[in-house]
């Protein structure tokens, strides 16, 4: 079942979400993720701190001819700067915390991300590390996290084998029948990216901090993460968050 | 995404189907199978004709955990050794050759194997190896096959994401409602098993060599590969090759 089409034309399926790999170890896994990526029809790939560097050689080693997907690839320095231009983050997280954020199956969530780029929205996916997973602060930048229904006795998905079942019900989910895409910008109203919302969100912690809200240190990294989790419920229009800073401004100056 | 349960005790989720590696060639790659195997609850992993020999050490080390399904892993030494005791027996092929029988999405055929097991029959899924995939001989011993609905112009599945494609969907189309098993014997109708059928295959090839019928050497492989497809095709009961040994046997003698 391998390789025969190795070098084909990889040409993106549109919308297509973003792949964000964040603090992948191993060169050979993005590979092997960018090979994922190629059977489910999925193109963009994001890496957030790839351990050691890119590009890897070994990383074309194992992605079995997925070439343009990895020439694509674009390195970020944070996960906030990899999701900044996406209007909608969905995390891969096995055991959700007690966190109060929609969660999708990989089915629900791939008919969602095809719903959001059907708006005109652009979508990201966020994997986290091969050991570890993604971290509290990486699930604060997601919006919706995704918990794959499989065997709660034995639950180790390998990082191709977790965008694979992605990338798959992503290419099961496609109406091909839709109507293209068209931009989601009716009566003035427009979905916020996260880098408006992360722009919003240092103006409020500055205002929180500096009327003296946040002063505990201990308990301060924790509630900014809260007030994270908070924004990222629900989509928040530009104009919406144009009200907020009118809001925290004035309050600051009060 | 992994390892956090990799120690889990993995318990078979029955009636399970069969998972047939044929011909693998790297150990890693065997455990990663177990691995993507554990995720799906599947749990009889059988080997035909493993190219470095079985156990193999590397096998544990990517089986991240899967070890009772390794350690339970059955080796064969040929295809029809490996199907002999299972009732259906399923092929995953990524296209088709011009071969008369019912091909399944991953989808469909997690519900077909999950309908099998339900009437008491056991069944068995083909993955071919590494790079060749199954050959026209192994997809004669199916009588199913199951082609993965993925993006043709980048169709590369390594073994593990294939098993672990049908390890999701068989755990998605697990219905905890269905009543227990039963063994499918009514009227004295009982599905013939592939060893069963693998005999009546035997004596009807003697039986066209006796008769002259399978002369041309070179014609002979497929002609017989073709006769193998005919018997696949549907359930044959053991009353209906008793029937077909008879008739064969008289008209040898006529």
Known sequence: MTGRNGGADLAPVEPSPVVILVRPQLAENIGAVARAMGNGGLFHLRLV????????????????????????????????????DLHRVFATCPRPRHIIKPVLTARGGATEVHAVGARGL?????????????????????????????????????????????????????????????????????IATKAELDNFMDHLIRACDAAGFLKNEQKRPGMVRNLRHLFQRGEVTKQELNTLHGIITDLGRG
Chains 1, 2 share one sequence.
């Open 49 to 84: 701190v790839p351990r050691d560097g890119w590009p890897q050689e070994r990383a074309w080693r194992t992605g079995a001819g997925a070439h343009r997907i990895l020439e694509a690839a674009e390195v970020f320095a944070s996960v906030p700067e990899a999701v900044a």
């Open 122 to 190: 652009r979508a990201g996916l966020l994997f986290g590390p091969e050991r570890a997973g993604l971290d509290n602060d990486d699930i604060a930048q997601a919006d919706t996290l995704i918990r794959y229904d499989l065997n709660p006795d034995f639950m180790s998905l390998n990082l191709a084998q977790a965008v694979m079942i992605f990338g798959y019900e992503w290419w099961l989910a496609q109406d091909v029948s839709a109507p293209p895409p068209r931009s989601f910008q009716t009566h003035k109203t427009t």
